[in-house]
C-alpha cells in the first residue's frame, strides 16, 4: 500500500560537499511543500530538525529515509534503522550507486513524483549474525568473515540444513541477492537477481576451491579455531573468538526501497555488463 509521505529524514555521505548542498536543497524544497524534514549526521543545518543516530528518536517520526551518496551510504540508512521505512537513494559521489535510482540531476522529477504516490516499494531480504549473547545489527548486503591472523589459514566449519561443510580456508562471505553484486561477486561469486529469496555462501582462498553455495534463507552457523573479524555491508566491525558459533538468520523485516521505474536486473545494469 502507497503511503503519502508527510515527514522525511535525509542522511548524506561522509565529507562530501556535492552531497551536503544536495541534502540542502531537497530539504528546503520538501519543506516549501510542508513536508516535515529531519537530518541525520552528518548532515546538519540550522534549519531543520536533527536527531541522533539513536533510531528510537525518530522512529514514529518519519515516512521515508532519503540516502544521498552511494552504496555505502544507502547501506549505513538501512542499518540506521531495522524497521521496514522505505529508502530512496540518490547516487551523489558514489563509483557507481549500485543500490540507487537516480542520479543528481533527477531530483525534481524524483520528489514530485513520490509526493504524488508515483512509486512502489522494492522489498529486499536483510540478514543478521548473532553471538550466544550477542545481536549484532541487521545487513542488506553481506556478513563477512575473515582471519585476524595472517600467518595462519583457519579451518572454517558451515552448518546449513543438516549439513556441515568444513574447510581450510582466509574467511567466508554471507551474501543476500541483493549483496550478490558486492564482496561475494569479487571472489567469485554468482551474480543472482536482487528480487531472489535467498542466500550465498562464498569462501575467500578455500584451501580445496569449495565453490560457492546457494541456499535458502534459513540459519547457517559458522565456527573457525581462529580469531574472525565479522564485517556488516563492509562498515561495522566486530571480533569474533576462536571456537565461538556466529549463527546468521534472515532479518525478520525486509528492507524496503522506493522506485520510480520497473527494471529486469537492475544491479547487473550498473555494473556495466
Do not use: W
Not at 512502489?120 to 550466544?132: M, N, V
Not at 552448518?159 to 569479487?186: L, P
Not at 581462529?226 to 576462536?242: A, P, R, S, T, W
Request: aromatic share 8%; net charge positive.
Amino acid at each position: 500500500m502507497i503511503k503519502k509521505i508527510e515527514r522525511v529524514a535525509i542522511i548524506t555521505k561522509n565529507r562530501n560537499n556535492t552531497a551536503y548542498e544536495a541534502s540542502e536543497y531537497i530539504a528546503k524544497m520538501l519543506s516549501r511543500k510542508s513536508i516535515k524534514v529531519s537530518c541525520i549526521p552528518p548532515f546538519e543545518t540550522s534549519n531543520f530538525k536533527n536527531n541522533s543516530s539513536n533510531f528510537t528518536s525518530v522512529v514514529n517520526e518519519i515516512d521515508l529515509i532519503i540516502a544521498l551518496g552511494g552504496d555505502g551510504t544507502t547501506l549505513r540508512a538501512f542499518r540506521f534503522h531495522p524497521s521496514d521505512i522505505p529508502v530512496f537513494s540518490i547516487n551523489v559521489g558514489g563509483t557507481r550507486g549500485i543500490l540507487s535510482e537516480i542520479k543528481l540531476d533527477q531530483i525534481d522529477y524524483a520528489l514530485d513524483a513520490i509526493l504524488n504516490g508515483s512509486y512502489y516499494y522494492d522489498e529486499r531480504i536483510r540478514i543478521q549474525a548473532s553471538l550466544t549473547n550477542k545481536l549484532f545489527p541487521p545487513g542488506l548486503n553481506d556478513i563477512l568473515l575473515f582471519r585476524t591472523n595472517l600467518t595462519r589459514t583457519p579451518t572454517v566449519t558451515v552448518k546449513f540444513r543438516d549439513g556441515v561443510v568444513s574447510q581450510r580456508m582466509d574467511g567466508i562471505i554471507i551474501s543476500t541477492s541483493t549483496g550478490s553484486t558486492g564482496h561475494s561477486i569479487s571472489v567469485g561469486g554468482p551474480l543472482l537477481h536482487e528480487e531472489l529469496n535467498c542466500l550465498i555462501i562464498t569462501p575467500i582462498a578455500s584451501i580445496n576451491k569449495l565453490p560457492s553455495i546457494i541456499i535458502p534463507p534459513e540459519e547457517i552457523e559458522i565456527y573457525s579455531n581462529n580469531k574472525m573479524d565479522l564485517i556488516i555491508d563492509g562498515q561495522d566491525k566486530f571480533l569474533v573468538e576462536e571456537g565461538s558459533t556466529i549463527k546468521i538468520t534472515r532479518f525478520p523485516i525486509n528492507a524496503r526501497f522506493i522506485r520510480l521505474t520497473k527494471k529486469g536486473f537492475r544491479q547487473l545494469e550498473k555494473l556495466g555488463f
